[in-house]
């Protein structure tokens, strides 16, 4: 168990409908990333915040967004889904330990949009 | 740009054979970070191993080793006497230098260890 907790673990909606997949970091850790994993892209990352800022994106969709709330959890909102939206998601929290970062990720949400 | 590359996509042993996981990879960044992770049949991603670039020194945890080469840009994975339980798909991943760095992974490896 990494200690990174993540709900719901499978979500099934339809096209067209938002979801909101949230995300708890480890005890202490600051930063929250999040990954998609599908079939044809592998493991993507999307965005990064640490301490409640947004610190990087990657290949993330306009329709989605994030944010990290005070208490250090994540949120990661998809809308206007699409089929190719079916994907595996992943959060994952580092610890900085002698100035190197490793990160821990949670179980997974995994999405089907019908 | 970062890439990570596992030629190798699927992989299947008998159990107790030693079978080794390749992974090459590109960065322009003198200091990096190399990382492999675990993925079960259960789905979440497990860490193994982080190495620095600026430590080329081979690493041993029990039955798996890892052999970091930075002539030859690669950090390969050796499984030593392979168990059914180590049945996963394993993905080698790269990061920038600096904490907080995002990871680039390969495609992953799918190793299936047969009884």
């Known amino acids: 168990d990494s200690g990174v907790t993540q709900t719901p673990k499978h979500l099934i909606t339809a096209t067209g409908q938002r979801v909101t997949l949230r995300c708890s970091p480890r005890?202490?850790?600051?930063?929250v990333y999040w990954y998609q994993q599908s079939l044809d892209q592998g493991l993507q990352f999307l965005i990064h915040y640490y301490n409640g800022e947004e610190r990087a994106k990657g290949n993330i969709l306009e329709r989605f967004s994030a944010q990290q709330f005070p208490d250090l959890h994540s949120e990661l909102n998809l809308s206007s889904l699409e089929l190719g939206d079916s994907a595996l998601y992943f959060c994952?929290?580092?610890?900085?330990?002698?100035?190197?970062?490793?990160?821990?990720f949670g179980p997974g949400t995994r999405l089907t949009v019908l | 740009a970062q890439k990570v590359t596992q030629a190798q996509t699927e992989i299947s042993v008998v159990e107790k054979e030693d079978v080794t996981l390749d992974c090459v990879y590109e960065t322009r960044d003198t200091t990096y970070y190399l990382f492999w992770y675990k993925q079960p049949p259960s789905g979440e991603l497990v860490f193994l191993i982080r190495?620095?670039?600026?430590?080329?020194q081979n690493e041993i945890s029990g039955r798996y080793s890892w052999n970091f080469q930075k002539s030859t840009s690669s950090f390969n994975f050796t499984i030593t006497a392979s168990q059914v339980v180590d049945s996963a798909v394993y993905f080698c991943?790269?990061?920038?230098?600096?904490?907080?760095?995002?990871?680039?992974f390969g495609k992953g490896i799918t190793l299936s260890v047969r009884p």
């Open positions: 190495r620095n670039s600026f430590d080329e």
């Open positions: 994952a929290s580092s610890v900085v330990e002698g100035g190197l970062d490793t990160q821990y």
């Open positions: 005890s202490g850790d600051l930063s």
């Open positions: 991943a790269l990061s920038e230098a600096g904490a907080n760095s995002k990871l680039t």
